[in-house]
Nanobody
Framework: QVQLVESGGDLVQPGGSLRLSCAVS??????????LGWYRQAPGKQRELVAS???????TYDDSVKGRFTISRDSAKTTVDLQMNSLKPEDTADYFC?????????WGQGTRVTVSS
């Protein structure tokens, strides 16, 4: 029913910034009633929630990214973005966006972020 496509992953130096974008192929109505999130999975680790934003636009961040990352949603474009600042090597991971509509969960295929000097 819905499709999510991430973009913006890149190789960046420590202290740098990246903006990830997730394009959601869904109606504006559906997009607006669903919760959205960004997850990441580093090599050898489990997938973890980085940031989330509800349909009411309340946000949650993992402690490791608080003050550095900002999640936002754009109803007009049906996108959810993750602004990442002051990047650290430990932020290196594959980043996935997710849309949750009640019990219905959709995932993107991921975009790779590498933070290295």
């Amino acid at each position: 029913q819905v499709q999510l496509v991430e973009s913006g992953g890149d190789l960046v130096q420590p202290g740098g910034s990246l903006r990830l974008s997730c394009a959601v192929s869904a109606s504006t109505f559906l997009f607006n009633i669903c919760d959205l999130g960004w997850y990441r999975q580093a090599p050898g680790k489990q997938r973890e929630l980085v940031a989330s934003i509800t349909s009411a636009r309340s946000t949650t961040y993992d402690d490791s990214v608080k003050g550095r990352f900002t999640i936002s949603r754009d109803s007009a474009k049906t996108t959810v973005d993750l602004q990442m600042n002051s990047l650290k090597p430990e932020d290196t991971a594959d980043y996935f966006c997710q849309m949750s509509c009640g019990s219905r969960v959709s995932w993107g295929q991921g975009t790779r972020v590498t933070v290295s000097s």
